[in-house]
């Protein structure tokens, strides 16, 4: 029996890019069958700028933030974050990248979108691209082969939308405790913010020992 990690972030937040970072450290250390990812999102960027503004206000704040966040990625050996970002890359609302990953996750299935939401988060920090507008989300569809009618259409029609609200309801009523949230064994388990990589993998080692 697989041991299911629900991972919670917002895609904006760098603390989220720090979640992907311990991500990757587990890559090759489980097969599928040990261990099913599914990857959700919680809403902290929902209003970019209400959230920069807490930092001052006008470019002041935005270069504040910027600095902040180099300050944070500065700590650890290999993550990186592109100079564009939060100086001249400022997207509105994560609201739209998380349902056109909702939208991949409800037509092509979980495993594809975690793929995508790693791939959308990397073209924001590393690749300093806008991926709160949606041309650039349909040109990182459309380079991912994703770009199908189907999953075009559940974003018109506000399906993905839907879904994207029910699951931020989801993680409220879950206390859900922020971005990144590794909850573990049906939230037996939880991680929170600074996590070691080693505290996930031991305890995943622990369970899957149990099953």
């Known amino acids: 029996m697989a041991v299911t ?40 960027y929902g209003d970019v700028s209400a959230r920069i503004r807490k930092q001052g206000t006008g470019e002041s704040a935005f ?43 409800l037509h092509k299935g979980q495993n594809e979108a975690n ?15 806008n991926v709160g507008q949606f041309g650039v989300l349909k040109d990182l569809l459309t380079e991912n ?3 199908h009618k189907e999953i075009l259409d559940s974003l018109m029609d506000g399906t993905a939308l839907g879904a ?12 859900i405790p922020g971005s990144p949230s590794w909850i573990l064994d049906n939230q037996r388990y939880r991680f929170f913010g600074r996590v070691e990589p080693e505290a996930i993998g031991t305890t995943v080692d622990i369970l899957l020992d149990r099953h």
């Open 5 to 44: 990690i629900d991972y919670y972030s917002d895609v904006f937040c760098i603390w989220g890019w720090f979640g992907h970072y311990i991500n990757q450290k587990f890559d090759g250390r489980w097969t599928e069958d040990q261990v099913t990812w599914r990857f959700r999102h919680v809403e902290l």
């Open 63 to 105: 270069s504040r933030y910027a600095e902040q966040s180099e300050k944070f990625v500065s700590e650890f050996e290999g993550m990186t974050i592109h100079p564009d970002v939060w100086r001249k890359v400022r997207p509105g609302s994560s609201l739209m990248p998380h349902q056109v990953i909702k939208a991949v996750e």
């Open 115 to 129: 793929q995508f939401s790693d791939r959308v988060r990397e073209a924001f920090f590393r690749d300093g691209r």
């Open 145 to 147: 082969h994703l770009a």
């Open 164 to 175: 994207t609200v029910a699951e931020f309801r989801a993680a409220e009523l879950a206390k």
